[in-house]
C-alpha cells in the first residue's frame, strides 16, 4: 500500500529532536533544557492551580470554540471574538495557514534558516518555498525578501518578529513599511511568539486585514509550552476560513483553562520577563568573558558566535556530553552561533561551566 505520490516524494525529516531522545541516545538521565526556548521560570501559580482544580474533569472535551478564552484576548487586544482563532499552539495555527492559502504547486517565501516548522508545513501540503538568506549581522533580509515576493508573487509569506533563531527584532513601523510593499495577492504570515518579551509599543501597531494573519503563543512568556495553545489575530473571514478546516477538538480542555488564568495574572508575566532580561545579560557577560560576542536579543533566548559552523556543532555536542542541551541555527550565517535559552541561576551556571570546559576541549576560543 503506497501513501499519496506528495507523501511518498518527502524526504524523511525530523523538524526537531526533542531532549527526550537525546537522553535516550546519549543516557542521560536528565539534561540542562537550554535548547527549546521553553520558560525555565514556569507558568503562573494562578494557571496551575486553575488547571489542578479541573484535572477530575479529563473526562470532558474542551469548548470548541474556546469561547471564555477568546474574549479575554479580545479584551487584551481591543479586538472582536471573532477576530481571534484559538489552536493547539503556534504550529497548528502555522499549518492552518498554509493549508488554507498555499494550493499545491503553490509558491511561500521565507528567510533560509528561519522557524522550520513553516516549511515542513509548506513542504507537506505541497507547496513551493522560495527563501533568501540572513545578512551578515543575522537579520532577516527584508527588502530581499520584500523583492523575492514581488518577482514570484507567492501566496504566503513568513516573518518571525522577534526572529527564531536570531532573537533579532523588527520596529513596527518598518515590519507595517514592509507588509505594505508585498503584492497585494502575498499573506502577510507574521510570527510573534516572543511578542510579549517586547513593549507592545514596538510591534507592529494593530492591523485586521486579509492580508495579514499575525500569531502568538502561550509556549513562551506564559510558561504553558507542554499545553499546547496559541492564538491568531486576524479578520472574520479568514477566521471562518480556518474554520472550515481546523480540527474542532484539537485544544486541550486544560489548555484553555490555564491560559485564561495565565491571562489574568500580569504580575507574573512581569517577573517572567525581567527574569528573562536578567538571563540574557548574563549570557552577554559570559560571551564578553570569552572573548566573543552576541546577537542582541528580544527573545527568550541568546545567540553566542563560535567563530564558525563546524566549532559551534562541536560545542553543542561537547555540552550534550556534560548534560547541557542547546541548540544552533542550520543555515549561514548564523550556523557559527549556538542558541541558548533563558535559563534559572541553576541552570545558567551549568551551562556557563559546561561550555568553559568544551571550549576548552574543541579549543578555547582566540
Known amino acids: 500500500m503506497r501513501a499519496t505520490r506528495l507523501v511518498e516524494a518527502l524526504p524523511a525529516n525530523t523538524p526537531f529532536i526533542g531532549p527526550e531522545r537525546l537522553m535516550r541516545e546519549n543516557g542521560h538521565t536528565e539534561l540542562v533544557r537550554l535548547g527549546a526556548n521553553e520558560s525555565a521560570f514556569g507558568p503562573s501559580p494562578k494557571a496551575v492551580e486553575a488547571m489542578s482544580a479541573e484535572l477530575e474533569r479529563l473526562s470532558w472535551y474542551g469548548d470548541p470554540d474556546s469561547f471564555a478564552l477568546r474574549e479575554a484576548l479580545a479584551a487584551k487586544h481591543r479586538c472582536s471574538v471573532e477576530q481571534i482563532l484559538v489552536g493547539s499552539g503556534i504550529d497548528d495555527l502555522m499549518g492552518l495557514t498554509v493549508r488554507a492559502f498555499v494550493d499545491i504547486g503553490g509558491g511561500a517565501v521565507a528567510a533560509r534558516g528561519t522557524y522550520p516548522t513553516f516549511a515542513y508545513h509548506v513542504a507537506g501540503y505541497g507547496g513551493r518555498l522560495e527563501t533568501v538568506p540572513y545578512t551578515n549581522e543575522?537579520?532577516?533580509?527584508?527588502?530581499?525578501?520584500?523583492?523575492?515576493?514581488?518577482?514570484?508573487?507567492?501566496?504566503?509569506?513568513?516573518?518571525?518578529?522577534?526572529?527564531?533563531?536570531?532573537?533579532?527584532?523588527?520596529?513596527?513601523?518598518?515590519?507595517?513599511?514592509?507588509?505594505?510593499?508585498?503584492?497585494?495577492?502575498?499573506?502577510?504570515?507574521?510570527d510573534e511568539a516572543y511578542a510579549d518579551f517586547v513593549a507592545e509599543s514596538r510591534l507592529m501597531e494593530p492591523r485586521f486585514e486579509d492580508r495579514l494573519v499575525r500569531v502568538r503563543t502561550f509556549s513562551k512568556a506564559y510558561g504553558l509550552a507542554?499545553?499546547?495553545?496559541?492564538?491568531?489575530?486576524?479578520?472574520?473571514?479568514?477566521?471562518?476560513?480556518?474554520?472550515?478546516?481546523?480540527?474542532?477538538?484539537?485544544?486541550?480542555?486544560?489548555?484553555?483553562?490555564?491560559?485564561?488564568?495565565?491571562?489574568?495574572?500580569?504580575?507574573?508575566?512581569?517577573?517572567?520577563?525581567?527574569?528573562?532580561?536578567?538571563?540574557?545579560?548574563?549570557?552577554?557577560?559570559?560571551?564578553?568573558?570569552?572573548?566573543?560576542?552576541?546577537?542582541?536579543?528580544?527573545?527568550?533566548?541568546?545567540?553566542?558566535?563560535?567563530?564558525?559552523?563546524?566549532?559551534?556543532?562541536?560545542?553543542?555536542?561537547?555540552?550534550?556530553?556534560?548534560?547541557?542541551?542547546?541548540?544552533?541555527?542550520?543555515?549561514?550565517?548564523?550556523?557559527?552561533?549556538?542558541?541558548?535559552?533563558?535559563?534559572?541561576?541553576?541552570?545558567?551556571?551549568?551551562?556557563?561551566?559546561?561550555?568553559?570546559?568544551?571550549?576548552?576541549?574543541?579549543?578555547?576560543?582566540?
Open 138 to 190: 543575522g537579520e532577516q533580509d527584508l527588502e530581499a525578501l520584500a523583492a523575492l515576493a514581488r518577482r514570484v508573487r507567492p501566496s504566503v509569506l513568513y516573518l518571525a518578529n522577534p526572529d527564531n533563531p536570531s532573537g533579532v527584532l523588527v520596529e513596527g513601523e518598518r515590519i507595517a513599511r514592509f507588509y505594505e510593499s508585498l503584492p497585494d495577492e502575498t499573506l502577510l504570515l507574521l
Open 226 to 366: 507542554g499545553a499546547r495553545i496559541g492564538y491568531a489575530l486576524t479578520t472574520p473571514r479568514n477566521a471562518e476560513r480556518f474554520e472550515r478546516i481546523r480540527l474542532q477538538y484539537g485544544v486541550n480542555r486544560n489548555a484553555q483553562i490555564g491560559a485564561l488564568a495565565a491571562l489574568q495574572d500580569d504580575a507574573h508575566l512581569r517577573w517572567v520577563v525581567a527574569e528573562t532580561a536578567a538571563a540574557l545579560g548574563e549570557y552577554e557577560t559570559l560571551a564578553r568573558d570569552l572573548g566573543t560576542t552576541t546577537i542582541p536579543s528580544y527573545a527568550n533566548f541568546i545567540c553566542i558566535d563560535m567563530g564558525e559552523a563546524d566549532r559551534a556543532t562541536a560545542i553543542v555536542r561537547a555540552l550534550l556530553r556534560r548534560g547541557v542541551w542547546v541548540r544552533k541555527p542550520g543555515a549561514p550565517p548564523l550556523d557559527r552561533y549556538i542558541r541558548v535559552s533563558a535559563g534559572t541561576p541553576p541552570m545558567r551556571a551549568a551551562f556557563a561551566n559546561a561550555l568553559r570546559a568544551a571550549l576548552v576541549e574543541c579549543v578555547a576560543l582566540p
